[in-house]
């Protein structure tokens, strides 16, 4: 963990402590980050240290510092059991004058520029909702929120933008009462509701059985851009990139590459499964396996370029010449000297002003024909004709459909 343990003061003059994490530069907009019913534990002080990575200024109070100060569960099933204690005696009033206040401490805050929003978890869901209505916050994020349905009154008070996250197989917020909530707030343009379907509660929580990588990311990308439309920072993501690119074919530099990456960053090249996971090894990668083996006159041609909130997808024409062992993209073959040019997709993920991964996509099978290794003859594959294609609409379509000629031109 990053962060500092600071004291925040209450309405009735006493104090309690909240896990404080800053990004990089030192300053942002802020999030009061609401926990789950198992304390500010490691992991909600690591959700925060993420957020701090992604350009916030973060806290996350101990919201059950009234019952018993600095409980920091697990999740063992008596670490379940006393959860679900501290839930029973929790005073979610009480705890709505703290987190307003949690509010306050942040926008007095130096490092705070702009706007303070709210996120939470499971009763932090609950709490990010209600702190849209009750506590001045300029956005809301609420994760699997459990009895938002019993404070659905309080929907008339919220004018700002608000996101929240539910699982399909929720029993603590099942489709009925997610049912409920949809048509309490379906008159709110500023709201989206997103079910995932076949996850359960807890799923964006790394170590949770019910945990779903794929889900979670997705959440998190869509919370990411509800922070960022409403209170920013905003980064250019597009000249990130083309930085990142510039060092990689131009300069070939593996220092100021790594250097536009998170401290662990991963890459993954889909067809060949290359790349690297974390610092140590995806360095190595580039300094032995990617930027000394790609083609000198490797050119790449831009087809295609959409940029959203922490995410941008380019699609391209990647042409080189087959003359030195690609050990990323041709492993183990031998150069044969042939010409290829191939559509290639890159999905890029960022985390504040820096890379966080990448997803690189190609037709392999494209790529072996124009060397010479795929005889396309009897399959439904081609070669540099996918490329002249994509950078010609008007060329003929349907050439692999035997088909195509037999339904007539009508």
């Known amino acids: 963990m990053t962060g ?51 350009g916030y200024v973060v806290l996350a109070p101990d919201l059950f510092w009234r019952i018993e100060p600095g409980i920091q569960l697990g999740y063992t099933e008596k670490d379940f059991g006393r959860a679900f204690d501290l839930f029973g005696q929790f005073d979610t009033d009480k705890g709505m004058e703290d987190i307003t ?34 506590s001045g916050v300029d956005c809301a994020v609420a994760y699997y929120g459990v009895t938002i349905d019993d404070y659905l009154v309080e929907a008339k008070d919220i004018s700002i933008p608000i996101a929240l996250h539910f699982a399909e197989d929720d029993q603590y917020a099942p489709p009925e009462t997610v049912a409920k909530i949809q048509g309490a707030l379906k008159e709110h343009e500023n709201t989206d509701i997103h079910v995932y379907p076949g996850v359960d509660h807890g799923f ?9 990588r794929t889900t979670a990311d997705l959440a998190h990308q869509r919370s990411i851009s509800l922070f960022r439309k409403s209170m920013g920072p905003h980064y250019d993501f597009s000249d990130l990139w083309d930085k990142h690119c510039e060092y990689e074919f131009g300069t070939r530099d593996v220092d100021a590459t790594m250097a536009t990456m998170v401290s662990e960053p991963y890459v993954n090249h889909i067809p060949t499964m290359t790349g690297g996971v974390g ?12 930027i000394p083996k790609t083609p000198k006159d490797t050119m790449l041609i831009p087809v295609s370029r959409t940029v959203g909130e922490g995410i941008l997808v380019d699609e391209m024409v990647f042409c080189f010449t087959h003359d030195i062992e690609i050990d990323w993209m041709l492993p183990g073959i031998q150069p044969t000297g042939k010409r290829v040019e191939i559509p290639l997709v890159a999905i890029v993920k960022f985390r504040g002003d820096k890379l966080h991964n990448e997803h690189i996509y190609w037709d392999q099978a494209s790529v072996l024909v124009q060397i010479g290794l795929l005889d396309p003859a009897g399959f439904p ?14 060329l003929p379509s349907n050439q692999l459909m035997e088909k195509w000629t037999e339904t007539g031109n009508g």
Do not use: M
Not at 17 to 37: D, H
């Open 4 to 54: 500092q343990w600071i004291q925040v003061e209450a309405k009735d003059g006493d104090s309690f402590s909240g896990y404080l994490a800053l990004p990089k530069n030192g300053k942002g907009p802020g999030i009061v980050l609401c926990q789950e019913i198992f304390g500010v534990n490691a992991y909600i002080q690591s959700v925060a240290d993420h957020y701090a990575e992604e």
């Open 101 to 134: 206040e949690c509010v306050k401490a942040l926008r007095n805050r130096s490092e705070v520029i702009g706007k303070v929003g709210a996120l939470g978890f499971c009763l932090g869901g609950r709490l990010a909702y209600l702190a849209a209505a009750r």
């Open 204 to 212: 964006s929580r790394t170590g949770s059985s019910h945990f779903h």
């Open 279 to 290: 610092q140590i090894d995806l360095k190595r990668f580039y300094q032995h396996h990617f």
């Open 381 to 394: 594959i081609a070669g540099i004709e996918a490329t002249h294609k994509l950078l010609d609409a008007q």
